[in-house]
């Protein structure tokens, strides 16, 4: 079954730390992941996208990183700011015939002054 | 990078009417676009996937009647919660099929708060 798990559920970090977020999955086939960020009340925003060749890209201060033969994917957040307090979902594509989109429950982070 | 628009972004109706919430990509053609729905601290449930042209093709326990998609041309998309009640009020937001490079991705709208009274 194809399952994408993001731990931890939620987070509470103070400003100017680092934190790391992860996102495990079993999708299969794979096409790719992505990770975004999603403010209350708002839809979410895409912050990188990787395809199965690549381990990392970066974002300013948001760094994916995704090891295709664990089937792990992380968000490295350095130096948080308060803006960064929102949910994170990591999104799987899965290329069965038609595109499917497979999402994770999210990581709620909060980041205190 | 691609922009979606929803709109309303907010509307409070009576319960028993209906809704039209419309989804744009407004700098690119959208072959297929998505619904979604949220609920408080939850994650994005999808609802409809849109295809311009034809039927919109429903999720597992979605109500095709009660949940009208309309996926007229390639920059519009809309849905109509008909008969709408309290257990309706939720959290819709659209995405937008597109590319970036070769990879394919979802733009998302900013969403639409539906109030049921």
């Known amino acids: 079954k194809n399952q994408v798990e993001q731990s931890p559920q939620s987070l509470i970090i103070l400003e100017g730390k680092n934190c790391t977020l992860q996102?495990?999955?079993?999708?299969?086939?794979?096409?790719?992941l992505r990770w975004y960020k999603q403010d209350t009340g708002r839809g979410p925003v895409s912050l990188t996208i990787?395809?199965?060749?690549?381990n990392t890209k970066s974002n300013g201060r948001y760094t994916a990183t995704l090891d295709a033969d664990t089937k792990q994917s992380s968000l490295h957040i350095t130096a948080s700011q308060l803006s960064d307090s929102a949910s994170y979902i990591c999104?799987?594509?899965?290329?069965?015939?038609?595109?499917?989109?497979?999402f994770g429950t999210g990581t709620r982070l909060k980041v205190l002054a | 990078g691609a922009v979606v628009s929803q709109h309303p972004s907010r509307v409070i109706c009576k319960s028993g009417t209906s809704v039209k919430i419309e989804c744009r990509s407004l700098?690119?053609?959208?072959?297929?676009m998505f619904w979604y729905r949220q609920f408080p601290k939850q994650s994005l449930m999808l609802m409809a996937t849109?295809?311009?042209?034809?039927?919109?093709?429903?999720e597992q326990g979605v109500e095709k009647d009660k949940f009208l998609i309309n996926h007229a041309s390639l920059t519009l998309s809309t849905l109509t919660v008909t008969s709408a009640h309290p257990e309706d009020s939720s959290f819709y937001i659209c995405?937008?099929?597109?590319?970036?490079?070769?990879?394919?991705?979802?733009?998302f709208g900013p969403g639409t708060r539906l109030t049921v009274l």
């Open positions: 995405s937008a099929r597109g590319w970036e490079g070769s990879t394919d991705t979802q733009y």
């Open positions: 996102c495990n999955y079993t999708v299969s086939p794979f096409s790719n």
């Open positions: 990787m395809t199965f060749s690549e």
């Open positions: 999104v799987v594509s899965s290329t069965s015939g038609t595109y499917k989109y497979i």
């Open positions: 700098d690119f053609q959208a072959t297929t």
């Open positions: 849109s295809n311009e042209g034809s039927k919109a093709t429903y």
